[in-house]
């Protein structure tokens, strides 16, 4: 939380310095505010880079502590497991799927296939029956 006020105290400090000056040389109403605002932000990303670091490294820090695993381990965990998928799927015979079901793949689908048109028929056959 300092270091959030410290970095914007000193924006608006820049901000305000700015804007006299603009003032002083002959600038007013909304071409003022304009010309500080673009040169506060120009001075603010040479002169307080440093602030801007240490405010960005907390808020790094509180993110990690709240979530309680650090990114970087986050990342290299997913990055592991989608290895172990490549290389298991790698492993499998060509054309064999590595999540299919036994009856989705080979001759086990035709009987599938099978039971499901005479299912179909029958139902046909039922409606029919009906009109």
């Not at 400090?13 to 006299?20: E, I, R, V």
């Not at 086990?108 to 039971?115: H, I, T, W």
Request: charged share 25%.
């Amino acid at each position: 939380m300092r270091s959030w006020l410290t970095y914007t105290a000193a924006r608006v400090g820049l901000f305000l310095a700015a804007f006299g000056v603009v003032y002083l040389f002959g600038a007013r109403s909304w071409v003022a505010l304009i010309l500080a605002w673009l040169v506060s932000g120009l001075a603010s990303y040479v002169l307080l880079s440093r602030l801007r670091d240490q405010l960005s490294a907390r808020t790094v820090e509180r993110l990690e502590s709240r979530r309680g695993v650090n990114v970087g381990d986050r990342l290299s965990g997913g990055a592991s497991r989608e290895d172990d998928l490549q290389d298991a799927a790698a492993s499998e015979p060509a054309g064999t799927p590595v999540d299919a079901a036994p009856e989705e793949a080979g001759a086990g689908n035709a009987a599938g296939n099978a039971d499901a048109d005479a299912k179909r028929d029958e139902g046909a056959a039922a409606a029919s029956k009906d009109t």
